[in-house]
């Protein structure tokens, strides 16, 4: 065993020695060939590096790994369609370079649902971006202070999918406005974007300071998108209340 050590170690393939053993051990109690036994060895570094990626992939994601479709709770709300999500969740919306939009008010799984989708979006080995438009904003914006603005506007250009959670909640200040439309036009119909809000359409324009910039990056936002409206009461203010009554 020590003798590949510093062999695996050149060929970048030391992860082997996690499973070395136990499938030396499986080899000759089972008898397999060697061709197996070797098969085997590349099996367990294949789904090492494939789980290492998807660790990357979530870490730069920045959203909640377990916020997961397997855990949302359907029955709390019958009026979301269930189907529709799954449907959504092949992520074939981002092959096509479609958006969604979740609209409706707090607590009734925006964001969750879009922390699902982005999840299912990694797991497919999809690069995926989940923040707040407020985060983003102000990250862009820092970056006329030090000069990276270019590479800070790319983490939000590039990613086949990026996720904004809670648009419309403030108004744009300063250089928002444009900020915010470079990305969205630079995005129009070469990525995917999803967006949480809990504000209507018709209020979404006030966000803006200057309404034929609001037009224009609405424009681009609803090209190919699925509306999807959720109504009905908070789960927070419901779990709030369950736990009170325990």
Known sequence: MHQLI???????????METLELRNKEAIERKVSYIEFLTLLIQDEIERRNQARLAARLRRASFDPTKTLEIFDFSF?????????????????????????FLG????????????????????????TFT???????????????????????KYTQPPLLVLDEFALK?????????????????????????????????WPQVFSDALLASSTLDRLSFRVHRIEITGPSYRTKDSQRRKRR
């Open 6 to 16: 510093p062999l695996l170690k050149g060929l970048r393939l030391s992860g082997i």
């Open 77 to 101: 709300n019958p009026t979301i369609n269930k189907k529709e999500i799954y449907d959504l969740a092949t992520c074939h919306f981002i092959e096509k370079k479609e958006n969604i939009w």
């Open 105 to 128: 008010q707090s607590g009734v799984g925006k964001t969750h649902l879009a922390h699902a989708l982005s999840n299912e979006a990694c797991r497919r080995e999809i690069d995926t």
């Open 132 to 154: 707040t438009v407020a985060k983003m904003l102000g990250d862009i914006n820092g970056g006329r202070a030090d000069g990276t603005i270019s590479r800070r506007m790319r």
């Open 171 to 203: 108004p744009f200040n300063g250089s928002g406005p444009e900020d915010f439309y470079d990305v969205i036009n630079e995005r129009c119909e070469k990525s995917s974007t999803i967006i949480t809000s809990n504000r209507s359409e018709e209020e």
